[in-house]
């Protein structure tokens, strides 16, 4: 989990770098059902200096991301992928997962 400031970098800057990405690093990022998946290689840097990741507004406000929200980071390290899930995006996929575990229990 990781928190996005007003500029829109995410928090964690170990995942950029477990994933082998730098500030030299051109991704690839887009929206897909509210989630926000970035990858190399792209066209964009994203990484800052610092090694933080900068999500574009344009990216954000598609996903429902404001700054403060918290969202998880899911990353295919084979694949040099990162899935970025907003609160929405979890609440949908909990919530069929949640009746389907209630279901289970009764």
């Known amino acids: 989990m990781a928190s996005l400031d007003r500029r829109?970098?995410?928090?964690?800057?170990?995942?950029p770098r477990v994933l082998g990405w730098s500030p030299s690093t051109s991704l690839t990022i887009v929206e897909r059902e509210s989630v926000i998946v970035v990858r190399a290689p792209g066209q964009v840097r994203l990484i800052?200096?610092?090694?933080?990741?900068?999500l574009p507004s344009r990216h954000r406000k598609a996903a429902g991301i404001r700054a403060g929200h918290r969202v998880l980071l899911a990353a295919d390290l084979a694949n040099r992928i990162l899935l970025v899930y907003p609160p929405?995006?979890?609440d949908r996929l909990l919530t069929g997962h949640f009746a389907t575990v209630i279901k289970e229990v009764r």
């Open 48 to 54: 800052h200096e610092c090694g933080y990741l900068y």
């Open 8 to 15: 829109g970098r995410v928090s964690n800057a170990d995942i």
């Open 88 to 90: 929405t995006a979890l």
